[in-house]
């Protein structure tokens, strides 16, 4: 009985998470060099059906959710995509679109709206056509994403512009800043590529130079001035630049998880990366169960599973020890700090890659297929 | 903008302000933003319906917590503009 203790006091511990991912298909019109899908892609027949997504819905919102982000691949293919919303909607959730927003239309902005949709997120691939439809590897993509944010601005929702931001298209940061301004946006999310899943396969093609990051940086913190009440920026550095690496998913397993298409619960959605771990699925298992037991969940939540140099460290609980996927990316070892970190002893293997890279870099994309 | 005793402070559409049955208590949900308003906040949100104007708030909560009106007012006006500010309520 004894030994038993320690676990069920950790259990006590667990939060209730704060938000589900919902990624409803991997199936999208684009083809981003730098997609978070997994390289092994979840195919149309594996998808979960209506009911299914309604119960995982159900049991976030009573599991303590208070957000549900829609989200794929492109979410809007699927044709159930207004009943869910409208299902997270009457249990309580604040719900949002992350879309490429390509398929969004009059009459679908109308139903969303209808459902109780309350935020869009549309990404942008550049400020104008040309890079931004070579990124996205869709001719027209640009322009249908700018008539879409209008109906989402006359529909009265809250809008984020997503600007992606990488070597190709870093030049094009005033403009975007532009572009969320004019689409009447009230939020940007600046995020720099992180680099798993096709990015990884694509870094040498889109990791910016040192001096690239410090203009972007400079950019920012300017328009963040001038913007005061405009606009709001959140800004999203690449961690190979960095000293102390980002919060990620404010620590593993503690607000945030991810269903995926055909089911998976994951505690950020590049977990899958992470080859050894096991991931149980909504079809065995309540979300309640998964949370609070997941071996995967477990397997880096808190800080009992830190090794040195972030035991102890003054930041444990600031930024967790960083991200689990870039340590097995760039270390081989998904428990070791992350090398983002000047503490670890990787850290300078991985920036000397970033400077490497960058600066010998390839421009050719590999993009991203689903068969 | 900032409101006055005279604005008419309302949530806009892309704000929801209910209660949280998990965690016992309100929350006040906008993009990417949770916030947990302590008591007083709570009680100047539930007045908060469209009709009201900050001053006829101030009145109500004065009333009802038998406290002065101008201290009453004054944190009301203030966690209003906090929000405001933040894009959380619109006058
Ligand atoms: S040692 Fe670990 S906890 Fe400390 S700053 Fe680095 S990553 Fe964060
Ligand atoms: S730690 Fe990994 S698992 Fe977490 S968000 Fe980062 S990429 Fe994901």
Redesign the pocket.
Known sequence: MNDLAPAAVKRAAVAPPMAIMMELTHRCPLKCPYCSNPLAMDRAREEMDTATWMRVISEAAALGALQGHFSGGEPMVRDDLAQLVQHAHREGLYTNLITSAVLLDQQKMHALAEAGLDHVQISFQGAESGIADHVAGLRNAHVKKLAAARLVRDAGLALTVNAVMHRQNLHQLPAMLDLAVEAGAQRIEVAHVQYYGWALKNRAALIPTRAQLDEATRIVDDARKRLEGVLNIDYVVPDYYAS??KSCMSGWARRFFNVTPSGKVLPCHAAETIGHLRFDTVQEKPLAEIWLHSEAFNAYRGTDW?PA??KG????E?????CRCQALAITGDAGA??P?????PHHDMMLNLAVEESAAGSETFVYRMIS | MILTEASVPRLPRHVRFRFDAARNCHVLLAPELVIMPDAIAVAILEAVDGAASVGGIADILAARYEAPRDAVLADCIEMLNDLAKKGMIAA
Do not use: H, K, V, Y
Not at chain 1, 313 to 316: G, H, I, K
Not at chain 1, 318 to 322: S, V
């Open positions: 102390r690496p830190m140099p972030c460290c003054d930041r444990a600031i930024d967790w020890g960083g700090t992350d983002a970190c000047g503490l670890s």
